[in-house]
């Protein structure tokens, strides 16, 4: 049986967008708070209280039964490669600049856009391949890699870029009918088990070294009142972006909304003035502006859709 799919692409826009803002003020909160609590005990904290919010909404709605997903394999394999995406990020952030990590990443609608092409019910024009290309043009201005030296940890925000384009053209061709609350539950539950067993092997394995400083090796502490506040800010804005970004995806191409993910490095840029005074440069707002303009031409000029394939 196939899936009736009633598509709103300027809808899908507007989530993605508004999504991502709210991305760059929570990844903003995660830069805040490195020096505080480490990454596991963020996932499991924030996941302590989105979780209940969002089982509540879905009982509210339609009782137990709107806690169990339509295809829970799919949705368990969505929010793997979400997890894997941003634990390979934050993990990427110690060890290269922000701004090198936030652009590597943001490699993710190139890789969306060949996925839908080679697996989804989109094929992409000529024109839809020079907007991408330009895209990804503006985000190597921001970068301008200079002498183009290597490290390792480059491949991270990369890397994280593949899990996060396979996680959102799997939404798209079959967690299309899911609600996206289901989704952001699922994603959440993940965030609490490796937040647990991340939390239990740094407790096993520190020894009191300078490695328990590092925000992937550091132990659990106690939270000021402040930190307690901004991690709760921290999982009200994680709810609303994977609700929106996964609404996003179910009603919109893959292609286009990826295209829109871009719109992070102006809002990047805006929440690291205001909370950080971290003026970006000229190249850096002109490679901003491409990157804006290569989403208005795939917008104007959408993919060919292909004939969908059955569940």
């Not at 024009?125 to 290309?133: E, F, K, Q, S």
């Not at 959102?168 to 994603?187: D, I, K, N, Q, Y």
């Amino acid at each position: 049986m196939q899936h009736e799919r009633h598509d709103n692409h300027s809808q899908g826009v507007v989530l993605i967008v508004g999504s991502v803002c709210l991305l760059a003020l929570s990844d903003a909160l995660v830069k805040y708070l490195g020096a505080g609590p480490s990454l596991w005990q963020l996932l499991v904290s924030a996941s302590s209280m989105s979780i209940p919010l969002l089982a509540g909404c879905l009982l509210l709605r339609g009782g137990w039964m709107a806690l169990v997903p339509d295809r829970p394999g799919w949705v368990i394999l969505r929010s793997l490669l979400l997890l894997a995406m941003w634990l390979l990020f934050y993990a990427s952030l110690p060890l290269i600049p922000l701004a090198t990590a936030a652009v590597g990443i943001y490699t993710t609608p190139l890789f969306i856009a060949v996925l839908a092409s080679a697996i989804g019910e989109e094929r992409l024009t000529r024109r839809n391949w020079a907007a991408i290309a330009l895209g990804f043009g503006g985000v190597l201005l921001v970068l301008r890699p200079g002498l183009g030296v290597f490290s390792l940890a480059m491949t991270l925000p990369v890397a994280a870029a593949c899990c996060y384009a396979g996680a959102m053209v799997l939404t798209r061709r079959h967690c299309a009918s899911e609600r996206p609350l289901v989704l952001a539950l699922g994603l959440n539950l993940c965030f609490a088990l490796v937040g647990i067993v991340g939390s239990g092997l740094v407790a096993m394995l520190s020894d009191g070294s300078v490695l328990t400083r590092g925000f992937l090796s550091r132990p659990w502490q106690p939270l000021d009142l402040a930190e307690a506040a901004l991690i709760l800010l921290y999982a009200l804005l994680m709810v609303s972006v994977n609700t929106g970004v996964a609404r996003a995806y179910q009603i919109a191409p893959a292609s286009l909304v990826g295209t829109f993910d871009y719109a992070y490095l102006p809002f990047a840029a805006v929440w690291g003035v205001v909370l950080f005074d971290e003026v970006p440069d000229l190249p850096t707002l002109l490679g901003m502006m491409v990157i804006l303009i290569s989403g208005w031409l795939v917008m104007r000029h959408p993919e060919r859709r292909l004939p969908m394939a059955k569940p």
